[in-house]
């Protein structure tokens, strides 16, 4: 019965099949020998397994108590792998350099992604972690844009690994998914101390539904983000989804500096 129930209960939950593919995944995101881990929602353990071998350090982030008793169970023998049953979207991040690999539920992807990167000075290296199609095909889009993927994409480069057909997975969803990959920029568009200033500024202008020249007021007037759309090549008409990563960080940067004066 334990085998089970992740498929009728686990709402969202669609767990890999198949050992090789786990495998493939896993050499996919470049996990070094000297790597921690995080693993969210381990799930029946065929990710588990195959960073196993190839991290030097393992947390696994499993929510629900029957999986991550059985997880306890299969690989008590390893030291280097912890299972922890609890919520990733409210656990707190290891103090130290990591990575992540992981099959996030469908359900809590979004919840999960913004308390992973919802604060920029959390050391994370990388992250690879599959999603559904259409999540990981919005948030790595250069247009249009969301707020989320432009705050993101300031101190990540987002991109997507590969796409994985529905039938890899089971239960089998209804949509395919995507492996969305996140690699910690060498060069941050925005310094790690401003992350609160750059989300308010971004979210405020992403809630006025008109140009940016008006979303920006009272940061910055319409003559100037007239000049700076010119010099920064989008319309001085464009909507906030449609300006990209690097030009919203300029702007910031623009009206950051302008309030200091």
Known sequence: MAASRPAREAAGRH???????????????????????????????M??????????????????????????????????????????AEHDWPDRPF???????????????????GNP????????????WEFAAKHTAVWPSTVRSIYWRAWYDVSIGRRLHRSAFTPTPSVDC???????????????????SYWRFLTNAFAVREPVRRALRPSLSPLEVK??????????????????????????RFAFQRAAR
Do not use: C
């Open 178 to 196: 995507g492996v969305l990959r996140l690699e910690r920029r060498t060069r941050p568009r925005v310094p790690l101390e401003r992350h609160e």
């Open 227 to 252: 000049r700076l759309a010119s010099a920064l090549g989008f319309s001085p008409e464009a909507r906030p989804w449609e300006v990209d990563g690097e030009q919203w960080a300029k702007l910031f």
């Open 15 to 45: 767990f890999l099949r198949s050992k090789r593919l786990a495998t493939d995944l896993v050499a996919e995101a470049e996990i070094a020998r000297g790597d921690l881990v995080v693993e969210i929602g381990g799930g029946t353990g």
């Open 121 to 132: 000075s959390v050391p994370l290296r990388r992250a690879y972690v599959i999603v559904q």
């Open 99 to 117: 990575a992540v690999v992981a099959n996030l539920p469908f359900a809590r992807s979004g919840a999960i992604l913004a308390r992973l990167l």
């Open 47 to 88: 990710l588990t397994k195959a960073l196993a071998g190839a991290a030097a350090d393992l947390l696994v982030i499993e929510r629900d108590p029957l999986l991550a008793a059985e997880l306890r169970g299969r690989f008590a023998h390893l030291a280097a792998i912890e299972i922890v049953e609890a919520d990733a």
